[in-house]
């Protein structure tokens, strides 16, 4: 999947990301129109000096953006 945006210029830009990591919430049965992407993915992060890796879940919607992690 392509994630199409605006970057820090205003240029247009694309990032690939990975099928895996996408849920498509559609707005019908024939899978034409997309309502929503869910994307989960995982991250490493340091708390103090210790690594660890943590979920990030995030919803697009047109309507919104909520960015989950734990």
């Given at each position: 999947m392509?994630?199409?945006y605006y970057n820090e210029q205003?240029?247009?830009s694309f990032k690939?990301?990975?099928s895996e990591e996408?849920?498509?919430l559609w707005k019908d049965a024939?899978?034409?129109i997309l309502d929503a992407v869910i994307r989960a993915y995982d991250i490493e992060v340091y708390e103090g000096k210790a690594k660890k890796?943590?979920?990030k879940v995030v919803l697009e919607h047109s309507r919104c953006k909520v960015i989950a992690k734990g």
């Open positions: 392509a994630h199409v205003g240029l247009l690939k990301i990975p996408i849920i498509a024939a899978h034409t890796t943590i979920t």
